[in-house]
């Protein structure tokens, strides 16, 4: 697609419940990002994916956290039994070589 | 690792007027430098970015930045704000080219007063 698409826009659950976010790249794009933004705060890196490498799981903050990439395209991230401090915006972003990140508009999740 | 400091969170300017937004950066070789804003509930978009060459790179929507190796700073300016560019702006840096993690620093929120 002309640009990176994240799903859905919005979401609120209720504490405990699992949810899935979904980010579709930019076509062509090798690399594929996820960053948490909470309130009023900056980036926060979750994990990254290159191509068929195995991914950067270094900044997810908890074994709750997961995120997977079917087919070098598509990227989904999981929040299991989510907490209150789960709430934030999660952006995905994707690149290619020497071109920096395109963000997608991020997920807006609030838990309740 | 490399790091990075913006070291205004807030910064008010009237419009019209110049702006420099603040960013230094810690890395051992030559980084890869970005500069981003984010408007109210949207994404990021890059503004500009620096890989070699010219210490002076423009950007979109008016702006530019230098890189300063001797201050290990990239700061962002513009000669005349507009209201619309009220918006955070976040620098980065990368270790190596755009497939590698970037780091961000804190944000730097720009309010414009008319």
């Known amino acids: 697609g002309a640009g990176v698409s994240q799903s859905p826009s919005n979401k609120v659950t209720e504490k405990g419940k699992d949810v899935e976010l979904r980010c579709d790249p930019i076509?062509?794009?090798?690399?594929l990002y996820w960053y948490r933004q909470s309130l009023g705060q900056g980036l926060e890196f979750l994990i990254y994916?290159?191509?068929?490498?195995?991914?950067?799981k270094s900044g997810l903050p908890s074994d709750r956290f997961s995120a997977e990439r079917t087919g070098g395209s598509v990227s989904t991230l999981t929040i299991q039994r989510t907490q209150q401090e789960d709430s934030a915006v999660y952006l995905c972003?994707?690149?290619?070589?020497?071109?920096?990140?395109?963000f997608g508009s991020g997920t807006r999740l609030t838990v309740v | 690792a490399q790091s990075v400091t913006q070291p205004d969170i807030h910064i008010t300017v009237s419009e019209g007027a110049s702006l420099e937004l603040r960013c230094n950066y810690s890395?051992?070789?030559?980084?890869?430098l970005f500069w981003y804003v984010q408007s109210p509930g949207q994404g990021l978009q890059l503004l500009l970015k620096?890989?070699?060459?010219?210490?002076l790179v423009q950007g979109i929507k008016g702006f530019e930045a230098e890189f300063k190796r001797s201050q290990s700073s990239f700061n962002l300016r513009k000669p005349s704000v507009h209201w619309s560019d009220a918006a955070e702006y976040f620098c980065?840096?990368?270790?190596?080219?755009?497939?590698?993690?970037?780091?961000f620093g804190g944000g730097t929120r720009l309010m414009v007063k008319p």
């Open positions: 994916f290159q191509g068929n490498s195995a991914p950067d």
């Open positions: 890395y051992g070789a030559t980084p890869y």
């Open positions: 980065a840096v990368g270790t190596n080219n755009a497939g590698n993690m970037l780091t």
């Open positions: 076509s062509g794009h090798t690399a």
């Open positions: 620096y890989f070699s060459g010219d210490t």
């Open positions: 972003a994707s690149s290619r070589a020497n071109y920096g990140y395109t």
